[in-house]
């Protein structure tokens, strides 16, 4: 019973991560505006919104532009249902800037924001007259959901199974690390077995990895791959151990091939560290945190987002261990019958 | 040590130059592979694309080139190298050895690919940092595949198992070159551009402090 412990905590925190990956829902936020030209004279939109709710808060529901620092204030035409409203307002003389945001409040769903929903064709610089007097803020949201990004949607909650993939994968190739160190200062054929165990269960997690990051791109960023330095780290990593794989199938001689496979490895994984650290901080890339720094505080993670990141970062950590653990008492067996034949 | 190492380089290009006809098969390499460019491309006047083209062409010099360099070496050899010499002197030996076979193919490859895809993307003062980073580039490129062309060499399956442990982390190390060279074709300031070039450096150190720690393990045979 006292092996039990964290196969038990594991299987509670990915049922717990997986019931709440799918099941929690998404703040309210706005997706898209009917037409995006704004035309001199009066202009009617429809404004469509997600999870929201303008019907039930018909009374407190408010939209408005803004140009630079000033508002625009405009009327509600008709809500037709829980996502769409229709406004309209007159085109103003001038205006600072020719783009403008959506702003939607209601007493429900707080302020909600859409940015450069609007371009007004043949505007004339200036101050806008009778800028509207309004108050924006952004009320808690109370309820547990999601984050609401732009272009993520409900794809947000991949956060949740591509992320612990490669955060499973490094803890489990640098136990092979560790091993092949051991290996190496006092060869015992253990330490071999954990080192390829603990590769081969590194590659399954970089594997899924990449095809949960490939889905995800091919949402938010329109392809199944990109030029990221991310995504060049993660195909380096991969391609790197599929070389330990074939380099271990090559040597016949059981002691060689653990010597040669352990200084591979030492080597491969300190240069690995050294690129992947390093190199993401000289180019921009696509992934969020970009721009200087690799860490993931700017993941715009919200208390319920990392309510469930956490623990599925966790479980899925104990998940990979305890697979390599199984696996390794497979390859003990394996090797002890080999060499009692 | 140093005569040690010195005498071991002597030793490793006087053997490179008996047998001649690998040196020059190298070099009849790179010119043919830069006078396929020149039929396929002619000219070249964007600065990447000529950059990335010349480390390319670097790169698969320096495979063949130092892809065998633990090949070559008959049994009673190297069991006197082993009881007469250090590991990690040999292995600096060897690093070093490959750094100026590298430098001198990748100089070559250089005036090559000048010489007959012109050299339109230059400037006056863009050469010397340009040959800067082709003098490091080369240094890192014979330092990496050098450990990884002795690893390969003891695996029973051949000459190819240079290329499948290699590309995968020359990969990082090229696309750092590549934006290095770019950079400075595109009239990116030197001092924006100095970062790469520590990297790079940093990088070649690291690799030649984990080839002197690692390599006495695949020494002993």
Not at chain 1, 256 to 262: I, L
Not at chain 1, 299 to 318: E, H, M, T
Not at chain 2, 84 to 101: D, S, T
Not at chain 2, 109 to 130: K, T
Request: proline letters at 4%; aromatic letters at 14%.
């Amino acid at each position: 019973m006292k092996h039990i412990w964290w196969k038990a905590l594991c299987i509670l925190l990915l049922v717990y991560t997986l019931l709440m990956t799918f099941y929690v829902g998404l703040n309210p936020g706005l997706i898209a505006v009917s037409s995006s030209t704004v035309e001199p004279g009066y202009n009617e939109f429809t404004l469509v919104g997600y999870n929201t709710t303008f019907e039930s808060n018909k009374e407190s529901i408010q939209v408005f532009l803004r140009s630079d620092s000033s508002f625009i204030c405009t009327e509600i035409l008709e809500i037709e249902d829980e996502d769409k409203v229709k406004f309209g307002f007159i085109s103003p003389a001038n205006l600072p800037t020719p783009s403008l945001d959506i702003y939607c409040n209601n007493n429900n769903d707080g302020t909600l924001f859409l940015a450069n929903a609007l371009f007004v064709e043949g505007y004339t610089a200036g101050p806008l007259e009778n800028s509207c007097e309004v108050k924006v803020e952004k009320d808690a949201q109370t309820a547990f959901g999601y984050p609401f990004q732009p272009r993520i949607f409900e794809s947000i909650r991949n956060l949740m199974l591509h992320v612990p993939m490669w955060f499973t994968m490094f803890v489990i190739l640098f136990i092979s690390f560790v091993s092949s160190i051991r290996y190496l200062s006092k060869p015992k054929i253990e330490w071999d077995l954990r080192a390829e165990t603990s590769v081969n269960v590194g590659l399954v997690f970089a594997i899924l990895g990449l095809i949960t990051g490939s889905i995800w791109a091919r949402f938010a960023w329109g392809a199944w791959w990109v030029n990221d330095p991310q995504l060049n780290g993660a195909l380096v990593t991969t391609l790197i151990y599929v070389g330990y794989v074939v380099l271990r199938a090559g040597i016949n001689d059981d002691m060689k091939r653990a010597r040669v496979a352990a200084v591979f490895n030492i080597f491969a994984y300190v240069i690995l560290f050294i690129l992947l650290m390093i190199l993401p901080r000289f180019s921009e890339g696509l992934h969020p945190g970009k721009g200087g720094n690799p860490g993931f505080n700017t993941y715009d993670l919200n208390s319920s987002l990392r309510a469930v990141f956490y623990p599925a970062v966790l479980g899925w950590i104990l998940l990979g261990y305890w697979i390599y653990h199984l696996r390794l008492r497979m390859n003990r067996v394996r090797h002890k019958l080999y060499y009692d034949e | 040590m140093l005569q040690r190492v010195l005498y071991l380089i002597r030793h490793e290009a006087r053997m490179e130059f008996r047998q001649q006809h690998t040196l020059i098969g190298i070099a009849l390499f790179a010119l043919s592979t830069v006078y396929l460019c020149y039929q396929a491309f002619q000219k070249i006047d964007q600065g990447n694309v000529w950059s990335s083209l010349l480390w390319i062409i670097i790169l698969f010099t320096a495979f063949s080139a130092i892809g065998k360099s633990f090949q070559q070496q008959n049994k009673g050899l190297r069991l006197y190298l082993f009881w007469n010499v250090a590991p990690g002197e040999f292995i600096l030996a060897k690093v070093l050895y490959n750094m100026l076979l590298m430098l001198s193919l990748g100089f070559l490859s250089f005036g090559a690919f000048i010489l007959f895809l012109g050299s339109a993307p230059f400037e006056s003062e863009m050469w010397g940092p340009y040959m800067l980073g082709i003098v490091l580039g080369s240094i890192g490129f014979a330092s990496l595949l050098t450990l990884i062309s002795g690893i390969a060499a003891q695996s029973d399956s051949g000459v190819g198992l240079t290329a499948v442990l290699g590309i995968p982390i020359v990969i990082p190390l090229i696309l750092l070159l590549n934006k290095y060279n770019s950079n400075i074709l595109t009239n990116v300031p030197f001092s924006e551009n100095v970062e790469n070039l520590a990297f790079l450096g940093v990088l070649t150190l690291g690799i030649l402090g984990l080839s002197y720690l690692l390599f006495p393990y695949l020494w002993r045979d």
